[in-house]
């Protein structure tokens, strides 16, 4: 009898603990990040607590960079309404991304009259990937799911709780039904 109370309070010990970590990883969210926005200026996604998010790796020569016009119109639409849309340039596909922040910055502008927040180009995957992309791409971080940025214009929405929801395929318009009624909800 003895013996079967040690091993009932042991298993229950291992659930606790399980319970434990996996509440622990769902704590994580991206508010303990910090990142530096196109102009090199510190901006703490902590920021952004108590508003819906969507992350979206960026490039300026891709046949996907006319998705810019689609973010800021959405960026327009619902920025009064908890709602940001932040860019993050990077130049891992097909080096569709060269220029510098300087230069990415007016070509947003220019072209897209982009008011959204930008931030300064990182790298969305490989040896040296963010480690905020690591987090919105790692379940063992995130506490949702696993993912691969798979190109340009990728989406990941983010809770107003600062954790992963959904993540869009870069093909997906960013004033896709899906999207709009997860802004919604």
Do not use: R
Not at 60 to 80: I, N, R, V
Not at 117 to 127: H, L
Not at 137 to 165: A, C, P, R
Request: net charge positive.
């Amino acid at each position: 009898m003895k013996v079967s109370k040690l091993i009932l309070l042991f298993l229950i010990g291992i659930m606790i603990g399980k319970a434990q970590t996996k509440k622990q990883m769902n704590d994580q969210t991206i508010y303990q990040f910090e990142v530096e926005d196109i102009t090199g200026k510190a901006f703490p996604l902590s920021s952004l607590q108590g508003k819906k998010v969507m992350i979206v790796n960026t490039a300026s020569k891709c046949g996907l960079t006319p998705q810019y016009k689609e973010l800021e119109a959405l960026y327009q639409q619902y920025k009064d309404k908890d709602f940001v849309i932040i860019g993050f340039p990077a130049n891992n596909f097909l080096k569709q991304e060269p220029g510098t922040n300087e230069e990415i910055a007016t070509f947003c502008q220019v072209n897209y009259g982009v008011s959204f927040p930008m931030m300064s180009k990182i790298s969305v995957k490989g040896k040296d990937m963010h480690p905020l992309y690591q987090f919105l791409t790692q379940k063992s971080k995130n506490g949702v799911m696993d993912s691969k940025v798979s190109w340009n214009f990728q989406k990941y929405l983010i809770g107003k709780d600062g954790h992963l929801e959904k993540v869009i395929d870069p093909k997906t318009l960013p004033n896709d039904p899906e999207v709009i009624q997860w802004i919604s909800e």
